[in-house]
């Protein structure tokens, strides 16, 4: 009996020790599963904001491309008379706005989350869809861009 009392202790000691070593591989799977969460988090915030960088690349371009084409047709109008040539055509400010509308909404964006490493994990989850939809405002301002009337005429005929 009294080894029967000893076998019951020694595996019960076994028991708890066996418990103790999941409980510590169960630690850091959970561990392992926040860190992982919270790479995938940062990751997202990143790619986010690369999508804002690109779309303000995008429409930079899109806007030198449509001056330039403003340009030509100006040129393919002849001369014009009565305009001051240093000003700004209304196209060009327009242009212009909506480059500037793009710049300020990236700007702004970067500010906030700049320290995507250092920030509270919350908010920068709770953030990434502000940042995404940034992204396709920029984009919407590019099919903003107005081009120029093709003219086969310039006005002599």
Same mark, same amino acid.
């Given at each position: ?17 066996? *418990?103790?070593? +999941? =409980?510590?591989?169960? &630690?850091? /799977?959970? !561990? ?5 969460? $919270? ?5 997202? *915030?990143?790619? +986010? =904001?690369?999508?804002? &960088?690109? /779309?303000? !690349? ?5 806007? $030198? ?93």
């Amino acid at each position: 009996m009294l080894t029967a009392t000893l076998i019951a202790v020694v595996s019960s000691i076994l028991a708890v020790r066996i *418990a103790v070593l +999941a =409980l510590g591989v169960a &630690r850091q /799977s959970v !561990q392992s599963a926040d860190n992982a969460h $919270e790479r995938d988090v940062r990751l997202q *915030a990143r790619s +986010a =904001l690369a999508d804002v &960088r690109g /779309s303000f !690349q995008k429409l930079s371009a899109d806007c $030198e491309l449509n001056l330039e084409k403003w340009r030509q047709h100006e040129r393919s109008k002849g001369i014009t008379f009565g305009g001051n040539p240093f000003e700004p055509t209304k196209e060009e400010q327009e242009t212009g706005a909506l480059r500037s509308h793009g710049a300020r909404m990236a700007r702004s964006i970067d500010e906030r989350f700049q320290s995507i490493e250092q920030m509270n994990l919350d908010d920068l989850e709770s953030g990434i869809p502000e940042i995404r939809q940034t992204a396709a405002s920029i984009d919407a301002l590019a099919r903003r861009l107005r081009e120029p009337k093709d003219s086969t005429t310039n006005g002599w005929r």
